[in-house]
Structure formats: C-alpha cells, structure tokens
C-alpha cells in the first residue's frame, strides 16, 4: 500500500515542475534557444515552438521526449535554406550554454546550419555536462580541424556525424572518445598521410563498428602494420578516395567487416587471392568505378554471406556462369554493369539463387543460346532486371511475377511488343523497353504503381491506347518517341494527376492538342511533341499554359500566332520551330526571365526583333532563323552575357552585328542569308567561337587576320558576299583546339527525374531497411547544330555528328593571291571550298595531310601548273574539283577515290589531259607536264607562257608567207594560176558592188 502512496508523492512532485507533458525548464530553454536562433533567420522551422502555456513542448517540431521522464531526448534544428538567404551573410556560431538545460538529452542533431565555430568558452567541451548525450549530428556545417580538439572532452559519445565540413589538413586529433561505436568524417578535405593516427584509430580499438570516410583526399589511409587495430570494425567506407594498391591484399586483418566499399579508389589490377577472400563475413562489397581487369578470383567463393556485390565499372572478364559469384546462394543484388563480363542470357546458372532480387548487368556481352524453351525453373522472383544488347528476350523472364523495375534497353530485340510481361508483373513501377525493334500494337493492362514508362525507339503501330489515363494512373514519365504511332492524342492523358514528363515526338500523330494537358493544376512541365501531323493552335481557347518549364513543338503544322498565354509559364526551353505559326514576333517573350533556349525557326513570323529579348539575362540559345523578320538586331544585345548560340539566317535583317562582341561565351553564329553589310568584325578572333556562318550576305573587305585566333573554330564560311584580298596565311592556326563536343553540348538538354525503386543507391547496411535508389535517363532536346554546304549540297550537322564536321567555306567572294601554305595544317577539316575567286597559284601538294577531307573545290579560279599527284593519298575525298582553271599536265591516276571522279571535276582547262577527260595526250609530253607541282611552301611561279605562244603564232605565219613567195618566184605555172585567181576574185567583187548600187 505504500508504494501507492509513492506514486502519487511522485505525480504531485512532477506536477508542480511539469505542464502539460513537458518540464517548465526545459521549455523555458527551448524558448530562449529559439530566441537566440531567431536572429539567423530560423523563425520559420521553429513556428511551432511558441509561448502558449497551452503548447507542450514535446509536440514541437524537432523535439523528441522520453515516454517516461518526459524529459527531452533528442532535439533536431536544421535552418531551411530560405531562412539561409535571409542570415544577409552572417554565419551562426555555436553556444553551448543554450543546450546545458537539457540534462538527459541522448541526441543532439545540428545538420545543415552553416556554423563556422563557436562563441567564446562556448566550444562543445562544455556539453561535456551532458553526461547522457550520446549522438551527436554536425553534418553540412563549416567547421574546421580544431573542432576535434574540442570534442575530446564528450567522452559519452557513442555516434558522431561530421560529414560534409571543412575539416583538412592540421595537427590537431580526435581523441578520448573511448565509446565511440560509429564516427562519420565523409565528404570533407581529410589528407592526413595516416588517417587511423588522425583519428587515434591507430590504436586498438574495440568499441568503433561503423567508419565513414568516404570522398575524403588522402591517398595512402592506412599502414599495412597497424591495418589490424580495426579488427572490431564492420562497416568501412572508403569511396571516393585513393587508395594504396595492396590495401585489399591486407584487408584480411579485419576480421570482423559486414560491409566494404572502396568504389572509385583508383584501383586496378587484378582482385588478389588473398585479403578480401578472407573477409569471411561480409555480407556487402563494392568495388565500382575502379580498373580493376581480369576474372574474378575462385575464392570469392567462400564469402558465403555475401547479399550485395556491385562491381559496376570496371573491365572484369569472364563467363559469370563459370564464376564464383554462381555459387553464392546468399545473394540479393548482383550489380554488373559496365564490365567486360560473358553473360549468358538463360541465367541458368543462377537458377537456385531463391534470394535474388536485384540483376543490374547492362553493357556486357551477353551470350544468346540457341534454346527456344527455358529447361528450367527458376526459384528466384526478381524485383529488378536490367540488361542491354541481349538481342533475344530472356526466357526465364516468362516466371517472374513480382518485377518492380524492368530495363531491357538497347537490345535490338524483334517481334510484337510484350504486352504480357506487363500484366504477369502488376507491381511494375519502371519499365524502359527503349531501342528495341518491337512491332505491333500496345495491349497495355492495369498497372496502378507505374510510374516511369519508355518504350521509345522501336516500331509499334497503332494508336495510344484511348484509356491509358485510367491504366497508368499514376505514370509521371512516359517517353514514346520514335515510333509508328498514329491517331488522335488521347484526352486521358489529363487524367493523370502526377504526369510531369511527356515525349511522343516522331510518331504520326494527327488532330490538335488536347486541352486537357494545359488544364488547372497540372503537373506537366515537360511536353515533347515534335516531328508529328499536329494542327491547330497551340492550346486553343486554354488559359493554364501555366506549368510548362520544357515545351517542343517543332516539326508540326501548327498555325495562328503564338498564344500569350504562355508569358505566364516559367519556360526555360520553348522549341516551336517548322510550323507555320504567323504574327509578329512576340515581345512578351522577352518578359519570361527564366527562357534560356528559345528557338523559332522556319515559321512565318514578320516584324522586328524585340528589343525586350535582351532582358533575358538567362538566354544562352536564340533561333530566330527562316521567318520574314527585317530591320537591324537590337543594340541592346551587347548586354546578353550568357549567349551561346545565335541562329537569325534566312531573314531579311541588314546593318552591322557589332552589338555581340561582348558575348564572351558565344560558341555559334549563324547569320546566313540576310542583309547584313560592313566589314568582318575583328573582335570574332577574340572569342572561343567555334561556328561562324555568315554566307549570303553583303560584307566586303578582307577577311580579318584577327580571325585566325580563335583557334576552337571548326565551321567557318563566308561564302557568297563581296570579299577581296588574299587569304590570311594564319587561317591555319585555326581547328587547333578542342573539339566540337566542346561546341555543342547537345543542348537544351534534359535530365528526366529519378524515380524510387526497389533498388540500392552505393552501399547499404544490413540492418537498415530496404533503401531505395534512383534511376535516371537522359534524352537531348531543342534543335543543336548548323547548316554547312559540302559536296554540291547544304547538309544540316546536328547532334553527335556535329563532333565529326569541321569546313571552312570561302567560294564566291573576289579573293586574291595563292592558297596559303598553312591551309596544310588543317589536318582535322572535312570540307574546304575556295571556289569562284580570283585565286592564282598552283594547287599545293602538301594537301595530302589533308587526311579527313572528303571535299575540295578549288574550280573556277587563276590556279595553274600541273595537279599533285601527291592528292592521290586522300582517301576519304568523296568530291574534288578544279574545273575552269589554266591547269596544265595529266590528269591523276584513275585509282583510289580519283576513280570515282568524272570530267566534270577538270573542264575548263584547255591544256589538260588524260582520263575521264576525251582529249588524249599527243605531242611533248614533257611540255604538258612542265612546270612540275610546286610544294606546298614554295613559292615558283607556275603560270602558262603566254608570250612563248604569241612569238611561236607570229614566227610561224612569217613562215608560211615567206613559203609562198619563193613557191611564185620558182614556178611560172604556179605564178599565173595565183594571178588568175586574184584577177577573177577582184572581177567578182567588182560586180558585186556595181550591182548594188
């Protein structure tokens, strides 16, 4: 009976200290820590902590009590990163003394606050009070070394978190935590040449099971000699640092590791024998992203308890049925990818695995067994199978009934689409059957967790299904581009409530654009409809155009003027090139301050370019080009920092283009047939432009030797404008650096989002439940390019096979002088055009080192003396002409790619000759061949002797009239015949002439 009365003696006690739930002094500190955290702008995360007496402290936001003593045991603040804009670039320092109140808190979790240090007498060695605290989270702070010093007085401390500070190089160390069970230093600029002597782990120490220091800097870890002071350890995680080569011949000494990860650590070679092998109870390893080669070692056999294996990039060899990892029964998630790895396609040899779940194996060489039917059963139910350029559908996918994720990317695989490997998996929540050559219609059945669907780049026909709003309720990616579908666009795509991502271009879909995708609410901001039969007006009578950041429309016939309605949509990328939209080019596009690509080309929009364009301040691609606009470029362009890509040919501007010189980042302009007038602008040289066209314009003077330094440039023509002088001798220096990847980096691109599946992301622990990861795909978008005209054609370079196009084009100007020798150091160009000049010169024979070229057109120009025989090691020339030159000698052999070239590549030169040509070489040979080629960096005169043919015409007439003259003198009969025909001639012409008048 008298422990009653105790019980209440307590309760009374308690109530006069505590209100409702929490005590009074513990929430009296709160309320002064939130006073004090106020002035760093967290006011917003702490709204909840108020000073109603009413509230009780324990339901407020970040505060965790004990369910016996009610007393705070844990306590979480985290400044949001708008309240981190609001610190106007005041840092927080840390007061320990706010936190001394809460005497049985056991962990205290600080993650994400910026702090730089601490108050005077304010360090963490004063918690050291708080004799219960055992965790302690710093994470994403900016604390430096000498924190150390001062946490090694919290001797109660069992879990401490530093990740992501900026803790580097010093002398101070981590010492007298004597119970610390797990230390995270990740993601910091640790360069400590002992790490374990840093941390004062070189010594033995019983109590540490958990070590993360991954992403750190240091590059040798640990000494072989004191490696063993870790033999208590069981999760070490290495990632992202260098590591010594026999640090995993030595890794044996930790006997008791579950889980190893030394993903990118440089290593390579082959796996040892001995040290890993010997980790007899790990349970996960990782060793992606090294150069580790060869097969795997036959004593990763004995790990027995091996769940998780990810041995993503590296170049391992070798059949995996005939592998150790066949006989690890234990295993959860194989992770393959990115190897040099035989993976047969049946799996048979994993048929007992009853424990896989996860098979990540993309870009291997998979083995295709000629067996029409599975011999087998498999015992395993996988949760996600990935896999690239298999060539043939997996058999034993027909018993999986519990797929989660299902890639078969890239494997080229035939027949009608697989309808039923859809409905046998109802939980599918990815699917990427993209890059197949599957055909027929879509069957889709009832799939509620699908959320990621992309069956891009196959043949399937028909229409979308009309219901697939109801089917994939909650699909939020759906990409289905380049296929053969057709019909109608669905109306039940508005059904779906989480869509955000959407693709069908090249298909052939007709009608117009359902309203449905631009309704109220909408999550859809990214819709690709390009290269379709859509028509219409974009979004007609719609007033919601309000969710879209990326919108691509080209290739299409849609009409009418582009809808205002779209100023409201926070656009980074609008594409609504190749329609045939009218109006005037709309001002309001300027006033959209996110836009960055905005491309219009190939509609008939009129009118001027807006001055408000240059109010994007984000705009790095503008294509204008192929409208009906006129007037000048806006002056105010010379504040558009950020530009990229410029595209306006094929309007009716005119003016100068001075305005882009202070566009440092400019990579392409394209300012093709237009008006354009003055000079080449110098200030061009100064940029790392690396695509130039200015064809079809009316620029005059000479082409700028300030020209020659931008070296990156690959895509130059000037063609078609008034141009005169000779070629700059430094137009070779150019083509010298970089590539065209450099150029184009193939955007607007876009990055689909990541989606959760039932997958792990890096390493995982044991007893951590199931984590999900993220998968992501990537598909390029917006037009990137440039217009080039090569081999008697205008071709359009786009994409990745822009890295492969370099030329420089400067036909029909009134360019003077001879080829300049340097030309010879454009190693790298694959078109080079000199035609309809005054060019004189011979053609030089260093041209062989013209290795890449597949055009050369030197005709229609003053060129003379014999062509090089040395041109006959271009192999990849597909085009050649020097047609309607003085070029003298015999054409070149008919052999390799000059075979192929027919008469038209040498006519209009009257003293050349030989095949295909029909004039034969008859005479001196020796005259026709003379003069001989000249190299490429001498300078002989090759001209054709005018003046010898002049003096051998007037020699030998002299001739002929001295011959008839001594014939007459010699011969009376010959004498009267030549007088009797003069009389009868001059009788003739007399009564010609008497007739007439």
Known sequence: MEYWWLLIILFLSNGQWCCLGCWKE?????????ANINYIGSGGFLSSWMANETSDCCQWLGVVCSNSTRRIAELSITVSKKDMLDMNDTLPLFNASLFLPFRDIRALLLPGNSFVGWADTEGFEKLRQLRKLEKLDLSGNLFNRSIFLSLSQLSSLKSLNLKDNNIGSGFERLSGLNKLEILDLSDNTLNDENVLSALELNKS????KKLDLRNNKFRS????????????IEYLLLDGNTLDENFLWSSGVMSSLKVLSVAQCNLNGTLPHQGLCELKYLVELSLSRNNFDGRLPACLGNLTFLRVID????????????SPLSSLLSLEYLLLANNNFEIPISFESFANHSKLKFVIADYNSVIVQNSSKLSWIPKFQLEAFSISNCSKMPNFLHYQHDLRLLRLSQCNIG????????????RLGEVYLGGNAFTGSLQLPFLPNLEAFDISNNKIQGQVPPNIGFIFPNLVISTMSNNMLEGLLPSSFADMKNLECLDLSYNKLNGELPIGLARKGSKLYFLRLSNNMLKGEIFPASTYINSFKYLYLRGNSLSGPIPKELSTAPLHSLDLSYNNLSGNLPAWLG?????????????DLKGHIPPDYCRLEGLEVLDLSKNNLVGSIPSCFSGSLNLKRVYLSQNLLQGEFQMFSNSSKLKVLDLRDNNFTGSIPKWLGSLEITTLLLKGNRLQGIVPTQLCHASKLRMLDLSYNNLSGPIPHCLGNIMQQGTSSDVYPYTPSFNYPGFEIWGRDAMVFVEDSMERSTISFQKNYGWVGADFTTKYNTYSYEGTVVDYMSGVDLSCNQLSGEIPSELCNLTQIRALNLSHNHITGAIPSEFSKLQNIESLDLSYNNLNGAIPTQLLELTTLAVFSVAHNNLTGLTPQRKGQFATFNESSYEGNPFICGPPLHSSCTGNLEILMSPLVSNCCEDEDAFLDMESLYISFLVSYANVLLLLVVVLCASPYWRNVWFSFIESFMYSYYNYFASKM
């Open 26 to 34: 513990e929430r009296t500190a709160l309320l002064q820590l939130k």
């Open 205 to 208: 120490r019983t109590t540490l």
């Open 221 to 232: 870890f640990i000494p072989d000699e004191e490696l063993g002071a870790l033999r208590s």
């Open 311 to 322: 041995l993503t990039q590296n170049q391992f060899t070798g059949n995996i049925a005939l």
């Open 415 to 426: 027949g009608n689409f697989p309808n039923w490997l859809l409905e046998n998996n109802s």
């Open 591 to 603: 006033h959209i301050p996110s836009l960055t690509h905005l491309s219009l080309f190939s509609n």
